[in-house]
């Protein structure tokens, strides 16, 4: 567990908090609740939807994504769940700054202690691209806490190629470091995002040239790792995913769980889907909290 800020400087963090409250202000407006609970990592900030009556489900989102984006693409549940959307710990989110060793399942025991301290015995859970990371520590550590396992575009179960990673990623990355331009900056982004508006290019840059990027790559789930956990499982995976290829990702998912249930291709989609996909992506979650 590493402690101490992630940011080379204080206005980096301020921008990106400036951009987490627009978005979560967008969409939200004051429809929403905010907690704020200790854990061994420090505090954790969640982000609430939905009546108190309703169902819960636990929300984990991408890398330094923070819970208002996750949420945003969950805004058609609001109606019939109560949604906790929880702020990583140690990523640009209003979360503690701590980062935690992958050995020693830190991030699945953070999970859990969450989950213990919002009163959630055993809950639905949708991970997000990198907070799929978080579920499978979390199954690691607790499984009989996840009532259904839903992925949305994860990693954890597979990499993407070296090749294509180096010429549709590394190479635009090195260069928007090396010019700063925003045209190098979009071309890094073309890799993984169908479509960029003003907030994700804002964003990607302040997350690039002002946070301390971690580039451990999560590990990767193994049938070991999911022995007696019986609950079922879920998986929405893009068609051109660059980080998570569709074609590693989805028989590996089939290997190392025992009840698949469905897993739903987001055809024409890289890693992060546009806006007009949304309703899509909620209608599939929906059925599946449903089922």
Not at 81 to 100: F, M, N
Not at 221 to 243: L, R, Y
């Amino acid at each position: 567990m590493k402690t101490g800020t992630i940011y080379k400087k204080p206005a980096y963090k301020q921008a990106i908090m400036h951009l987490y409250e627009n978005k979560l202000n967008s969409f939200a407006k004051d429809s929403y609740e905010e907690l704020d609970i200790d854990t061994f990592a420090g505090n954790t900030h969640i982000i609430v939807r939905g009546e108190k009556h309703l169902p819960a489900v636990v929300v984990f989102h991408g890398i330094h994504a923070g819970a208002p984006v996750a949420l945003e693409a969950m805004r058609e549940l609001y109606e019939k769940y109560r949604i906790y959307a929880v702020d990583t710990v140690g990523q640009a989110t209003k979360s503690a700054e701590t980062t935690l060793d992958f050995k020693n399942n830190e991030y699945g025991k953070w999970a859990s202690e969450v989950l213990e301290k919002l009163g959630l015995e055993s809950v639905p859970v949708i991970a997000i691209s990198y907070g799929a990371f978080i579920l499978n520590e979390l199954i690691r550590v607790s499984p009989e806490k996840v009532k259904k396992a839903i992925y949305v575009v994860p990693s954890g179960f597979a990499n993407g190629d070296f090749l294509p990673s180096l010429s549709r990623l590394s190479i635009p990355l090195f260069k928007f470091h090396f010019t700063k331009k925003e045209k190098d900056l979009v071309k890094f982004m073309n890799a993984f995002f169908d479509e960029q508006d003003n907030h994700w290019i804002e964003f990607q840059k302040n997350i690039l040239l002002g946070v301390k990027m971690d580039y451990r790559r999560p590990p990767l789930m193994s049938e070991k790792d999911t022995q007696g956990f019986t609950a079922p499982v879920f998986a929405m995976i893009a068609e051109d995913d660059v980080f998570f290829p569709k074609e590693k990702a989805i028989p590996r998912i089939k290997k190392v769980f025992s009840d698949v249930r469905e897993i739903y291709v987001l055809k024409d989609s890289k890693h992060i889907p546009n806006e007009s996909r949304y309703d899509e992506i909620a209608e599939k979650i929906e059925d599946w909290l449903e089922e």
